[in-house]
């Protein structure tokens, strides 16, 4: 079978059917697979249909997304694509060499994508010693898989937030808790009451813009200016695919584009009918709030971020 259109949203779904599988690396695996399927017959005709392909899969349904944002596939669909044709149609000389140079590249992108949790969890467990109290928000992969690491060899306990509207901080600290890991956890109004016996701060993040700075689940950006005011460092744990070409100036710009806008119900809250109900699903927390990114590129300062970029997109 080809890889017509629809083709590519269908193998996301398949994708997605492993409930371990980031929606990145599903949206990578579903790309590769339309590299690998396409019916295409010119390298022209192939490259049109993969940038297609990658559109259709930032426009998905959200309802796709596990609660995330488009940036979550857009950032990773753009580097894959840079990734993968780089390599001119004129270094070929049979369209079937070239087809399978960018299979090949596919797949690698995929292998580093696969590793890059992984890498990450390794150097933000580093950071953590015995008697370190963590706070996180929310309940990102691979904030968990380095809290999880470092429980193999050291005593700490996490204070996680609860992560309204969807409550993500019940089930990071039913995994944390499950490990034997001690959890405590907060309401997200009582970041502040809660940081003054916090060493360090561990968040996830949806996209990291080129500033350095970070797009992740709402309530990111009071808790790093809460952090800021008490001098509590503020790490990032993020993989190099969630690196995007944005420059927001202000919430309202990150809004805009992401349209990540919740409904009333998502928030379990009762409007009068003369109120309104505005809340985001993610903010944007400048860098000047961050203190460093852990990343499978290394350990790196927010402004080291535009640096990473240019090679990525090089």
Same mark, same amino acid.
């Given at each position: 079978?080809?890889?017509?259109?629809?083709? *590519?949203?269908?193998?996301?779904?398949?994708?997605?059917?492993?409930?371990?599988?980031?929606?990145?690396?599903?949206?990578?695996?579903?790309?590769?697979?339309?590299?690998?399927?396409?019916?295409?017959?010119?390298?022209?005709?192939?490259?049109?249909?993969?940038?297609?392909?990658?559109? !259709?899969?930032?426009?998905?349904?959200? &309802?796709?997304?596990?609660?995330?944002?488009?940036?979550?596939?857009?950032?990773?669909?753009?580097?894959?694509?840079?990734?993968? @044709?780089? @390599?001119?149609?004129?270094?070929?000389?049979?369209? !079937?060499?070239?087809?399978?140079?960018?299979?090949?590249?596919?797949? /690698?992108?995929?292998?580093?994508?696969?590793?890059?949790? !992984?890498?990450?969890? !390794?150097?933000?467990?580093?950071?953590?010693?015995?008697? @370190?109290?963590?706070?996180?928000?929310?309940?990102?992969?691979?904030?968990?898989?380095?809290?999880?690491?470092?429980?193999?060899?050291?005593?700490?306990? =996490?204070?996680?937030?609860?992560?309204?509207?969807? %409550? /993500?901080?019940?089930?990071?600290?039913?995994?944390?808790?499950?490990?034997?890991?001690?959890?405590? =956890?907060?309401?997200?109004?009582?970041?502040?009451?809660?940081?003054?016996?916090?060493?360090?701060?561990? *968040?996830?993040? &949806?996209?990291?813009?080129?500033?350095?700075?970070?797009?992740?689940?709402?309530?990111?950006?009071?808790?790093?200016?809460?952090?800021?005011?008490?001098?509590?460092?503020?790490? =990032?744990?993020?993989? +190099?695919?969630?690196?995007?070409?944005?420059?927001?100036? +202000?919430?309202?710009?990150?809004?805009?584009?992401? %349209?990540?806008?919740?409904?009333?119900?998502?928030?379990?809250?009762?409007?009068?009918?003369?109120?309104?109900?505005?809340?985001?699903?993610?903010?944007?927390?400048?860098?000047?709030?961050? @203190?460093?990114?852990? /990343?499978?590129?290394?350990?790196?300062?927010?402004?080291? *971020?535009?640096? &990473?970029?240019?090679?990525?997109?090089?």
């Amino acid at each position: 079978a080809g890889a017509g259109g629809g083709f *590519v949203i269908e193998e996301f779904k398949r994708q997605l059917a492993d409930e371990s599988m980031p929606v990145q690396v599903a949206a990578i695996r579903a790309l590769t697979e339309v590299i690998r399927r396409s019916e295409e017959r010119t390298a022209h005709g192939l490259l049109i249909e993969i940038k297609a392909a990658a559109d !259709e899969l930032k426009q998905c349904p959200r &309802e796709l997304l596990r609660g995330k944002t488009g940036i979550s596939i857009a950032a990773a669909c753009e580097i894959l694509v840079r990734f993968v @044709t780089r @390599t001119s149609r004129f270094d070929h000389k049979r369209f !079937e060499d070239f087809r399978s140079t960018l299979v090949e590249r596919g797949e /690698t992108f995929l292998d580093v994508a696969r590793r890059a949790k !992984e890498r990450v969890a !390794e150097l933000g467990q580093s950071f953590i010693r015995d008697g @370190t109290v963590v706070l996180t928000h929310g309940d990102s992969l691979v904030v968990e898989k380095a809290l999880l690491r470092a429980a193999e060899s050291k005593h700490f306990s =996490v204070v996680v937030t609860e992560g309204r509207p969807m %409550r /993500t901080g019940e089930a990071m600290a039913a995994k944390l808790a499950a490990a034997g890991i001690p959890v405590t =956890v907060v309401l997200d109004s009582a970041m502040g009451y809660v940081m003054e016996r916090v060493d360090m701060v561990i *968040v996830g993040a &949806e996209g990291v813009v080129e500033n350095g700075g970070i797009i992740s689940m709402v309530g990111t950006y009071q808790l790093a200016l809460v952090a800021a005011a008490l001098k509590t460092p503020v790490y =990032v744990a993020a993989e +190099s695919y969630k690196f995007t070409r944005l420059f927001p100036l +202000s919430q309202a710009e990150v809004q805009e584009r992401l %349209r990540s806008k919740l409904e009333p119900e998502a928030g379990d809250i009762a409007l009068p009918e003369s109120a309104t109900f505005d809340s985001p699903s993610c903010d944007y927390t400048p860098p000047q709030h961050l @203190t460093l990114l852990f /990343t499978d590129l290394g350990i790196l300062t927010p402004s080291a *971020v535009s640096d &990473e970029l240019i090679k990525l997109y090089a």
